[in-house]
């Protein structure tokens, strides 16, 4: 079982940078792919970074990339997403989430790929 605890959004003005945590808590070990995804109103929850279970392999959306860093902490079991320049489009409620993967390098980038869902975090950017 993974539980998921989110936090760090907030207002902000356009050109500002916001980081968003995520606490994970596992009872049982192995390696557990992490992502970020958001929803914007009336929209689909989308992909916007994910990280393998070593922590060594990220990937992001296109829309975030160069602007958006997807990190883990081991030691506190946290996963940031550090969000830079950010833009009025990148308002939405933030989501992360969690999956066992059987190789610790694999990458999930797609919502089915993930079991274990945080509550979710509201990130306005005004322009």
């Known amino acids: 079982q993974v539980q998921l605890v989110e936090s760090g959004g907030g207002l902000v003005q356009a050109g500002d940078s916001l980081r968003l945590s995520c606490a994970f808590s596992?009872?049982?070990?192995?390696?557990?792919?992490m992502g970020w995804f958001r929803q914007a109103p009336g929209k689909e929850r989308v992909f916007v970074a994910a990280?393998?279970?070593?922590?060594?392999?990220?990937v992001y959306d296109d829309s975030v990339k160069g602007r958006f860093t997807i990190s883990r902490d081991s030691a506190t079991k946290t996963v940031y997403l550090q969000m830079n320049s950010l833009k009025p489009e990148d308002t939405a409620v933030y989501y992360c989430?969690?999956?066992?993967?059987?190789?610790?390098?694999?990458?999930?980038?797609?919502?089915?790929?993930?079991?274990?869902w945080g509550q979710g975090t509201q990130v306005t950017v005004a322009s």
């Open positions: 989430a969690a999956a066992w993967t059987v190789q610790n390098y694999v990458l999930l980038t797609t919502a089915q790929d993930y079991k274990y």
């Open positions: 596992i009872r049982t070990v192995g390696s557990i792919g």
């Open positions: 990280i393998s279970g070593s922590g060594e392999r990220t």
